[in-house]
T-cell receptor, first 112, second 115 residues
Framework: QKEVEQNSGPLSVPEGAIASLNCTYS??????FFWYRQYSGKSPELIMS????GDKEDGRFTAQLNKASQYVSLLIRDSQPSDSATYLC????????????FGGGTRLMVKP | DTEVTQTPKHLVMGMTNKKSLKCEQH?????MYWYKQKAKKPPELMFV???????INESVPSRFSPECPNSSLLNLHLHALQPEDSALYLC??????????????FGSGTRLTVV
């Protein structure tokens, strides 16, 4: 059973701070990793994808991957109240219809 | 067109009703997915279609019946549902082959309530 684990939160950070969201996965053979943002009552929105060890930056977002530790994280710099949402970590199984397995999500609250 | 369109956005149905959810994309994606999401839970995979053929059925009860009439359209036919089937039903699509542009594109979902 492939598992993706996240702390459910809520993670509360003040406006302007760095929010750090973490995710671990059980399948060492996983190759593709994604972060989705989901506002309450809305569908998930892809914000970052990462495939190689190291950091990948896109605007205020940085994804970090460490395959040896089976760990992927998302940093949000200069957090804004509009960043308040649930962040879903997802891992893709290249051998099973490329299906995504989601973690339980971390709820982020950015306080003004 | 970079969207996945789902209709209807909201659906209330009785346990004896038959209804269908529709999903459409015109991005040329050849993999399409149905996910079910309960409140405060992550999406759970139901079905995977690859090149219009059902490739994965995650042991979904037969009261849910998927259909992929063509490469742009995915339906989910509903019959004799139970109240516990009330959830947000998400359709997603993905380009096949290689790694990118990658990630799934999700539709806005259908909020289903079974009464």
């Amino acid at each position: 059973q492939k598992e993706v684990e996240q702390n459910s939160g809520p993670l509360s950070v003040p406006e302007g701070a760095i929010a750090s969201l973490n995710c671990t996965y059980s399948d060492r053979g996983s190759q593709s990793f994604f972060w989705y943002r989901q506002y309450s009552g809305k569908s998930p929105e892809l914000i970052m994808s990462i495939y190689s060890n190291g950091d990948k930056e896109d605007g205020r977002f940085t994804a970090q991957l460490n395959k040896a530790s089976q760990y992927v994280s998302l940093l949000i710099r200069d957090s804004q109240p509009s960043d308040s949402a649930t962040y879903l970590c997802a891992v893709r199984d290249n051998n099973a219809g490329n299906m995504l397995t989601f973690g339980g999500g971390t709820r982020l609250m950015v306080k003004p | 067109d970079t969207e996945v369109t789902q209709t209807p956005k909201h659906l209330v149905m009785g346990m004896t009703n038959k209804k269908s959810l529709k999903c459409e994309q015109h991005m040329g994606h050849r993999a399409m997915y149905w996910y079910k999401q309960k409140a405060k839970k992550p999406p759970e995979l139901m079905f995977v279609y690859s090149y219009e053929k059902l490739s994965i059925n995650e042991s979904v009860p037969s009261r849910f019946s998927p259909e992929c009439p063509n490469s742009s359209l995915l339906n989910l036919h509903l019959h004799a549902l139970q109240p516990e089937d009330s959830a947000l039903y998400l359709c997603a699509s993905r380009i096949t082959g290689g790694r990118g542009p990658d990630g799934y594109t999700f539709g806005s979902g259908t909020r289903l309530t079974v009464v």
